[in-house]
């Protein structure tokens, strides 16, 4: 029995199952699925500044669950604060941007992201740069609609998407990423509509985190992720 | 039910079996691991003549399998072939050099590789460079031994891995990746020994390939690995 | 008149007193430096699990701020942040890695960096990678010495820091980098030693933010950096 | 009397003829040209199966040349196997995707490449990748044309031909590549239409490798081409 | 009291005057800007010709100079020699080509240049390659005007710049840069009407020098610009 | 009938007579080598400084030449000033340094560079750069030796030499590549003592320069190298 921690970004409950369904769907029999939602921080992630709010909010989640748990899926597309998780963790924690762009490079040469804002285009480049998965992105390119938008009117919204996706493949994508998290209804128009693979990232991030529990691995603790020194945390308003 | 086709490169039929023992090990209980032998080619392969013609004769491994499957596994470190078997294949192809390598990136912030010979270390560098995966490298490293020596002595070629695995850790590698199919039982001792994550190229690709299936995803047909055109194959011996 | 926030990242007061120090002997006699000390967070920031929680007690710091200021410097050696203040603000905001950096390619061809603790330097590299700037940096060095204990035998850690920054010049590097925040002693006698640039990187972001406050530049507005769109942010427990 | 081994990679001695006459319309008055065709594979070679197909077929064609031989000219554009030769072989080998590359590198500060089928240009960026001359290409545009279909109807062929190469010049690039083996007729109306210089591979190669010859050089034995180890050869049916 | 040369690169003392002024604009109350005409030289430099005549008129005009100086500004965008400053003198020298990368790299993630002519264009992309800051550059485009007619119709340039400008604007520069010597009056115009950053590179150039002076730094000496070794200048009919 | 102009960098003509032989040597029989020693400039070329000086002189002798040539070689490895001579020629113009690499780029996957003074590294790695080739060069060492004391003991330059390209080889070179015109006689002894190829620049830059005149290639007017727009020149005191 595995025990997938699958934490959002944002504090909209709705979201929040939408990811987690979207991850129950990607695992196998014997993985239970447990979302978690942050206590604070904003409603969407569609900036730097929220980005790194929703940071501390997922490490409060996950610091204050009290539940044994095999695997941490940190589920917001294009965010930062994967590596604060891995710092404090021994388990494996899975970056929803990095396993879609991961299993993408399974697929096909290339692949391209589609996104919600604009805004948010630079923070996804910036993420596969860091990622060293650059090269292998062929676009980014966004819908331009705020993520809370995005359920409001699905085939709008989908047609939106779809557009977007196909201009990347004409443009030289050879697979796409849905780069929002919790877009899986998405995923089967888009994917019948453009006749190439669609990677969701929160299906692909725990379906890896699942394998590299059952492959016995886990995050390194010899440099970049070593667990932080033990110190005074200074006015601290969280657990 | 998923069938995984795993192909050894060469034609040594106990590299075969450690490398079907690997893959089964990896895979849910749900998942069937079919090992496959070229008909014809190399007892090793470690250099690019023997790559390229390990690279025909896996195509004619696969090809000429009459039994269904679901995806397949490409099982030589640092050979070419796995574009070729997605351009005839309706369904994922993993390699395992690329396979460790992605599995790896989720593990530590850079990761290191030991292989056989010091030959094999370019081309190792090759396929991680077109995966767009050199930058997450911070080394390779050989222990000099001939593939089918590794066996002659398990002992000492114990040694030899963790003695060049120790090195690449020492000089900033956080995970180690094993540069040579089948060495399965060196992946326990090396973890233990050097207390950082040991990635099986075989064991990780079969677990992704699965993984890819039950996705429901599979190789891009778009561009690079579109459906070859029909035409005359002249005088071929093979099926 | 022009006001600089002069922000520390940890809260230890008598670090932000030696970065006031050295951002105060960097500027013009008409600029006014304020220096700044988060309400919460680690005493040191020395891992990617502080760099996130301090990266909120510096916006934390500079949104309750309640005096006018013309620019702000984000005091924190290879830490993550700046973008999150560049969003909330419209003067401009200048991180010290990025700074040294800069200043430190207009005086050689390469630059090498000492930190303090080993972990730091795979966070610098990703810095300076994001930066655009990797190309130009021959070398990451620490002294493996933690922040708080830089101060406490200053003859030691000067001896460190001259023997890692004496290895960087003998490997190429024509410039050195403190990659630490308010070593400003150090500054000196580093310079005097190894007979190259030693560039501190308070004192280059304090010159560098007084410059662009002079020039009339400031942070764009048009894509990475806009303002975040009005939204609730839920739960929130500071100002 | 040099004698260069100039190996067409499909089976159709047609194209064996033009890059035989391109070869020998390139080479110096002493220089013998010995035009080869693979006795097996397919009839041209426009996908990743087929390159590697290709690829034995050549290794195969050198192999069992039984005169002397100074150099070999690898005749296929964007194919695999340029290593195998090498490997096996104590003279020079020349690509002739890299030769024209490198050549249009003295001639210009940035060349585009004009190939046959929209799919081959995934691979020409993979061969420029791992030649190091990625950086100086500004771009591969096809015609869209199956490699046996551009003798069909030649005035269609130059024109298309025409038509991306205007558009690479227009989008930066300096000097033109003629993207597929033994287009010589092209060569010249493509020169004088655009006005720019335009690089035939296999011309390139052939003076190249004479080139090669007569300064004493040859492939380095000393890592990535050093000899295979002797070892048994299982099953494979050709000499 | 600091004094910096500010070298025009090429010999119209109409463009030394606009320079001068932009410099002046730009430097702190207490620094003196002494602007410099070489002696010999193109009227403009346009091409890769003269930015080698022009190194040579640039070095000849300092290295004639009779007064103190404390840093020397190379005011010529896109052009080489900064480096041979370099090696003969020990105060700072900023080239106003890095100088606005540099300084439009604190201000967004990204930056544009526009320039003059287009076949500048390969040449500012070589600039900021050798920087090490191409990564951050999202495009150059330019006005295709020769710099002397620049100033016959200012009214005519400030469209032509603006419309440039705003195409690279909208392919994701979130900055833009002057790419050519002494257009402060397009500054202003453009700024207002784009609504992002505008840098001129002098302005940057002569505030970074005065700054560098102010932090007691100069170049390096210690490999790539240290002092040539005395020998015999054969013919030299210049000082 | 072919005529190569092969100029030399320095003004001194023991050093051009040795780049003439080694020219001579590696031309066909029916090519002149005509070299040329500039009128001004350093008696030998080690510093930015003197490389800019010398590019001018170079210019010079190339325009004062007053019979017909079909080609420039550039012979000064790791000087500037190849692409002012590409802008006034329409005859192909060779440098030695891109000569060198892209020759051994043919020869083995990675090459190294053995170089006179150690202060010559980093404008090697940088022409390498702008030439699209350091990704190939597993680095540049030094013997640090003046180039005019190269001659003085040629048994212990011939040792210092072999010692450096030794370490390279151990280091990956799998191709070593003489970074200094006219070091033919070490040539010999250096691939004898390494066995593996050595590339002499001047060789292969005459031999590359002849095969573009026979392959009626020459340089791009497109962009980059167009014709300078006529202007005047003043003060200018050379012809």
Redesign the interface.
Same mark, same amino acid.
Not at 39 to 44: D, K, L, M
Not at 105 to 110: F, K, N, P, Y
């Given at each position: 029995m595995t025990t997938l921690l699958v934490v959002n970004v944002n504090?909209t409950r709705s979201v929040t199952d939408v990811i987690a369904a979207a991850a129950r769907a990607?695992v196998?029999p014997g993985t239970t699925v447990v979302p978690l939602t942050p206590?604070?921080?904003?409603?969407?992630v569609?900036?730097?500044?929220?980005?790194?709010?929703s940071?501390?909010g997922v490490?409060d989640a996950v610091q204050t669950y009290d539940g044994p748990f095999d695997a941490v899926v940190h589920a917001g597309f294009g965010e930062?604060?994967r590596?604060?998780l891995?710092?404090?963790l021994t388990v =494996?924690v +899975?970056d929803i941007t990095? *396993?879609a762009a991961?299993?993408a490079?399974? $697929?096909?040469?290339?692949f391209g992201v589609v996104t919600s804002l604009?805004?948010a285009?630079?923070?996804i480049h910036?993420r596969l740069?860091?990622?060293?998965?650059?090269?292998?992105c062929s676009g980014v390119r966004s819908v331009d609609l705020?993520v809370l938008e995005l359920e409001t009117d699905p085939g709008l919204t989908a047609k939106a998407f779809t557009e977007e996706a196909a201009r990347l493949?004409e443009e030289?994508?050879?697979?796409v990423v849905l780069g929002c998290a919790g877009m899986s209804g998405l995923h089967a128009a888009l994917s019948a509509e453009l006749?190439? =693979?669609v +990677?969701d990232g929160v299906? *692909?991030a725990a379906?890896?985190a699942e394998? $590299?529990v059952?492959?016995g691995?886990?995050?390194?603790?010899?440099?970049?992720?070593?667990a932080?020194?033990p110190?005074?945390?200074?006015?601290?308003?969280?657990g």
């Open positions: 504090t990607a196998s206590r604070f921080g904003p409603a969407s569609e900036s730097n500044y929220e980005s790194h709010l940071a501390v490490l930062v604060g590596d604060a891995q710092d404090v =494996p +899975v990095e *396993a991961h299993t490079c399974l $697929l096909g040469r290339t604009d805004r285009v630079p923070a910036d740069l860091l990622a060293g998965l650059a090269g292998r705020p493949v030289g994508a050879e697979v006749e190439v =693979p +990677v299906a *692909a379906r890896l394998s $590299l059952a492959l691995l886990s995050t390194s603790k010899a440099r970049s992720y070593a932080p020194r110190k005074e945390l200074r006015g601290w308003p969280f």
